[in-house]
């Protein structure tokens, strides 16, 4: 009977590890067998450890690469930003022409532009519209121009446009400037 007794008390004080099916004292926190943390009460617990410590670092980590992406986009592009001067760069005058160079056929786009505004602008891009005999849209490009026009000034441009359709489907086009960059960028 003794036996049995001291087998009630193992049963008592004692009980099975999930992990590893084990027979564990009932305080453990880790398993002696496996390793494994049997509680999260426990702040040595890599669990609690990861919420109290590891969260709070990634959060921190997160924000500062979130103010460093901030202050580099500044350092591009400062203020003021183009889209509060949109009307400020004109396309005075314009010419579609063609030409048959070594990689194919091409579509030049030269003209004047002029800048309106008290600021000065750079790697400006281009919004061109291809139109057909009956005024509908065939083609469209967003060529860039490597140019700097200063303020309350004109410049001429050339923007090149690899076309996809055949040449006699381009009746007219319409040029007009999309964006550009103050030139107080670093980038």
Known sequence: MTPRLEHNLDTA???TCPFCAEIIKREAKVCP???QWLTLRSIRNPA???????FPHLAMYALMVMLILTALNRFQNPKPDYTAFVNSLRVKESRMSWAETSNGLRIYITGILTNQSKLAWRDIELECRFLDANGQLVDAAHPHVSLT???RDDTAFRAVVIPSRATNDYASFRVSVSTARNTKSLF
């Open 13 to 15: 004080n004692s009980r």
């Open 33 to 35: 067998r496996c390793r």
């Open 48 to 54: 609690i450890t990861v919420w109290i410590y590891g």
């Open 149 to 151: 026009i200063q303020p």
